[in-house]
């Protein structure tokens, strides 16, 4: 191990990259805690999120769900029937402990303009990743009481309103706005596009969902399907940088 080496942020990423961003518009007048989820996300107008203020989510006292582990969703379908129409089985029915095999209608061993989003190593998602995610977020149900429940899911959303806010993505936004100006020149997403993969520290071995050492790629099943460029999990740096 060096002082050189790159490490995935994991949930460091809310503190170093959504929280900054947003924190960032609020300056330049574009965003404040008391806006509702349903006027940053025209999908959420008519649900249950509608109405929910920034103020709460941030706080985690929105009553969102911790998360969602969309990945269990696109499994391999069983049964002639499904496989006849290639349906995955329900979310409930998929093994939390055992490995799952995916479906093939929904990812792919290598890139192409309909699977753009690199997940791990020899495996890329289908383009309409982010659509199903934010659709599956606006549908879920609200916790019934009301108290602190750390979630993910508004940080999932977060970059789409960054892009809109402020005409760019959030990889760059954080990048222009917080981490240039520090110096904190190895913060940023996707480092095996700035660095070599020498320099990056392994995360995981994923059993249940890519099946394989994550090395370069960002551990987060979420993060992983929308190409690591969520809120939540998807930052990299080295150590010394993060204390800027």
Known sequence: MQN???????????????????????DQGKFNPDMTMGQLYPEFVGTNK?????????????RLKAWIPFW??????????????????????????????LNRRFF??????????QAATNLWARKDFPERIREAIAESPLNEKPGYVYS????IMYPQFVRSAAGKPLNQFVVDEIYKPLGATTMGYNPTRRFPLSRIAPTEYDSLFRHGQLHGTVHDEGAALLGAFLATRACSAMPMTWRK
């Open 152 to 155: 993910d899911l508004s940080f």
């Open 4 to 26: 050189t080496d790159i490490y995935d942020l994991a949930s460091v990423t809310k503190v170093s990259a959504a929280l900054p961003a947003l924190m960032r518009l609020q």
């Open 108 to 117: 792919r061993a290598d890139s192409s303009a309909r699977f753009p989003y």
């Open 72 to 101: 269990k969703d696109y499994t391999k379908p069983r049964g002639i029937f499904n496989k006849l129409f290639g349906k995955s089985p329900d979310a409930a029915d998929v093994s939390a402990t055992k490995p799952s095999e």
């Open 50 to 62: 509608q109405d929910l203020k920034l103020r709460d989510v941030l706080t985690h006292q929105a």
